[in-house]
């Protein structure tokens, strides 16, 4: 017994802090070469905003991802009738919504969010019953399962809204920028940023002080060993799966405000930057996801002012780099 | 004595490969039973096949009069059933304390029962708040064993608990494992030591391509050298 007893201490965690760095670093870097420090503040600020709304609409992946090795190609439909369904509440409120005043405004933007999420979980219930139980463990079918669901769900917003883009207005309290000296912040920016920091503060929340958390972390790690606990882990996938498409719904309410704009293909054409996202942190990893987006966010921004040529290719390329220095992403969580 | 855990028959099939060709034994109440065998004999495919981890093709399990060679696995666990895997499978993200909350499936981890526990592994105090990931092999072996206890258990399949560990780690494991037996569990375990077999197992199975070769008391086929030799290709003198 003594020499199970005297095992020594443990060697001290080593705290991988280099992908959190990442972030502050490229922004440093891109200073000098943007010049102007007003540029630089409000390519920062975009990029932080464009980076949490990536990071809601991907975070819910990761953990699919992670959890249950399911390739969710559909994700991009919750993000797209996420944002139809705000329409529903916004369109007909357009006086509240372009009302001078921000609590009236918030008045209809809260329940026209709440609702995009309700709803996008639920047709989250209707997928994971209906396309993804059948093919667990098959890769090839839930790719073709749930692209073709994506499809399916396009196609559905074409014939029920029409094909025409509809205008998405801001209200007018988060139209603007707070001036300060010559930089200009946007307000919808910041409130983006917020919601984003809102929702990984709670998701981290969830996953570390609370037993469902435990089980989902676990989950990733060793979803058999989680069951031979007694723990029905495909309930509590069904549980991340609806979370994760309600965020995707939130995440779409927002982007279409920011481009202020709503069309079908809008989740079709954000799913490829959401699975980089998800790539380049580690499948599974909500803190990777979380950094992964806002460094996405950053190629874009950065780049597109630097070399509007490469935007194009921008993101292909960071994924590319970073893959080939952590081949499972910033923070491997699975060993997939 | 009756059987807690009963198999009839049982086959197990993986993809297109036959792993057990009707196995038929009964563990009996506060017995230990050693399962022996050389490698690839099917050992660990019957605790998984027991677990629900990989599903009988045909035959019957039985767990204390119940059926089980259909149900779940999270539901077999829920019988009172304890896994210890080969691979230990501690959560190495999870701290020392969230692996045993997580396996403290009823409620609150018990302090008595820690304690309990404690007292065998003491590491386990210590690193309490510590990554599991950072634990040596020998800890993690005990936070496994640890999970599968934390709460009382009808059954406790233990999959080759001794495997890399070296040899101190393996005496004190052994007096931990009988304690836990002292104290009246029902242990099925899978060992390659035949060391350990003989210091823990009441009655003892050998499996050889998928069935059972030899069925009887741990403490005859320790004598036997010849029957060992014949069974297992080694004699406990030199298979330590």
């Given at each position: 017994?003594?020499?199970?007893?005297?095992?020594?201490?443990?060697?001290?965690?080593?705290?991988?802090?280099?992908?959190?760095?990442?972030?502050?670093?490229?922004?440093?870097?891109?200073?000098?070469?943007?010049?102007?420090?007003?540029?630089?503040?409000?390519?920062?600020?975009?990029?932080?905003?464009?980076?949490?709304?990536?990071?809601?609409?991907?975070?819910?992946?990761?953990?699919?991802f992670g959890l249950m090795d399911v390739l969710?190609?559909?994700?991009?439909?919750?993000?797209?009738?996420?944002?139809?369904?705000?329409?529903?509440?916004?369109?007909?409120?357009?006086?509240?919504v372009q009302a001078d005043s921000l609590l009236t405004n918030l008045a209809v933007l809260a329940p026209a969010?709440?609702?995009s999420m309700a709803v996008s979980g639920a047709l989250g219930l209707v997928v994971e019953r209906v396309l993804i139980l059948p093919v667990y463990g098959q890769h090839l079918k839930q790719i073709l399962m749930t692209t073709g669901g994506l499809i399916v769900a396009e196609?559905?917003?074409?014939?029920?809204?029409?094909?025409?883009?509809?205008?998405?207005?801001?209200?007018?309290?988060?139209?603007?920028?707070?001036?300060?000296?010559d930089i200009a912040i946007a307000k919808y920016r910041l409130l983006a940023m917020l919601v984003g920091l809102v929702v990984f503060a709670g998701i981290q929340l969830v996953l570390n002080r609370t037993k469902i958390g435990l089980l989902i972390r676990a989950g990733v790690e060793n979803r058999e060993m989680v069951e031979a606990l007694g723990y029905r882990i495909r309930r509590l996938f069904l549980g991340v799966f609806m979370v994760g498409s309600g965020l995707a719904g939130l995440g779409g309410v927002?982007?279409?405000?920011?481009?202020?704009?709503?069309?079908?293909s809008m989740g079709n054409d954000l799913t490829v930057l959401v699975f980089i996202v998800v790539i380049i942190g580690g499948l599974g990893s909500i803190g990777g996801c979380f950094i992964g987006?806002?460094?996405?966010?950053?190629?874009?921004?950065?780049?597109?002012?630097?070399?509007?040529?490469?935007?194009?290719?921008?993101?292909?390329?960071?994924?590319?780099?970073?893959?080939?220095?952590?081949?499972?992403?910033?923070?491997?969580?699975?060993?997939? | 004595m009756t059987d807690l855990l009963s198999l009839a028959g049982v086959h197990t099939h993986v993809g297109r490969y036959h792993i057990l060709q009707g196995i038929d034994f009964g563990v009996a109440e506060g017995q230990t039973t050693m399962l022996l065998g050389r490698n690839g004999a099917g050992k660990t495919s019957t605790l998984r096949t027991i677990m629900g981890l990989w599903q009988a093709s045909a035959g019957q399990i039985s767990l204390d009069g119940q059926r089980i060679e259909r149900s779940a696995t999270p539901d077999i666990a829920r019988l009172g059933v304890g896994y210890v895997p080969e691979s230990m499978a501690v959560f190495s993200?999870?701290?020392?304390?969230?692996?045993?909350?997580?396996?403290?499936?009823?409620?609150?981890?018990?302090?008595?029962?820690?304690?309990?526990?404690?007292?065998f592994f003491p590491a386990l105090r210590r690193f309490w708040l510590s990554r599991a990931g950072a634990l040596s092999g020998g800890q993690k072996q005990m936070l496994s064993i640890a999970r599968a206890i934390v709460e009382p258990r009808k059954?406790?399949?233990?999959?080759?608990?001794?495997?890399?560990?070296?040899?101190?780690?393996?005496?004190?494991?052994?007096?931990?494992?009988a304690e836990i037996k002292r104290r009246g569990a029902t242990i099925l375990m899978v060992e390659q030591n035949f060391h350990a077999a003989q210091e823990l197992g009441d009655t003892v199975l050998v499996m050889d391509n998928g069935k059972i070769v030899h069925r009887g008391e741990m403490a005859l086929l320790a004598l036997d050298v010849a029957l060992q030799e014949r069974l297992l290709g080694l004699s406990l003198e030199t298979h330590q």
């Open positions: 017994m003594t020499e199970l007893a005297a095992a020594g201490a443990l060697p001290k965690p080593k705290r991988d802090i280099l992908p959190v760095l990442l972030p502050v670093i490229l922004a440093l870097a891109m200073a000098p070469l943007i010049g102007s420090g007003s540029s630089w503040v409000t390519l920062t600020v975009a990029s932080l905003a464009m980076g949490m709304m990536i990071f809601i609409m991907a975070s819910g992946l990761t953990l699919v969710n190609f559909g994700h991009g439909a919750f993000i797209a009738v996420g944002a139809y369904v705000a329409t529903l509440v916004l369109l007909p409120l357009a006086p509240y969010a709440l609702l196609q559905a917003l074409y014939a029920l809204w029409g094909p025409q883009i509809i205008p998405l207005p801001l209200p007018t309290s988060l139209r603007g920028s707070f001036i300060i000296g927002m982007w279409a405000l920011y481009r202020e704009q709503v069309h079908a987006a806002l460094l996405v966010a950053m190629v874009a921004n950065y780049g597109g002012f630097l070399v509007p040529k490469l935007a194009l290719v921008s993101n292909i390329l960071l994924m590319v780099a970073i893959l080939m220095w952590r081949p499972r992403g910033l923070y491997a969580v699975t060993s997939r | 993200d999870l701290s020392v304390k969230e692996n045993l909350v997580l396996a403290a499936r009823d409620g609150p981890l018990d302090d008595a029962r820690l304690d309990w526990i404690f007292g059954l406790l399949l233990i999959d080759e608990p001794t495997k890399g560990l070296a040899p101190a780690i393996v005496v004190a494991l052994i007096e931990c494992l």
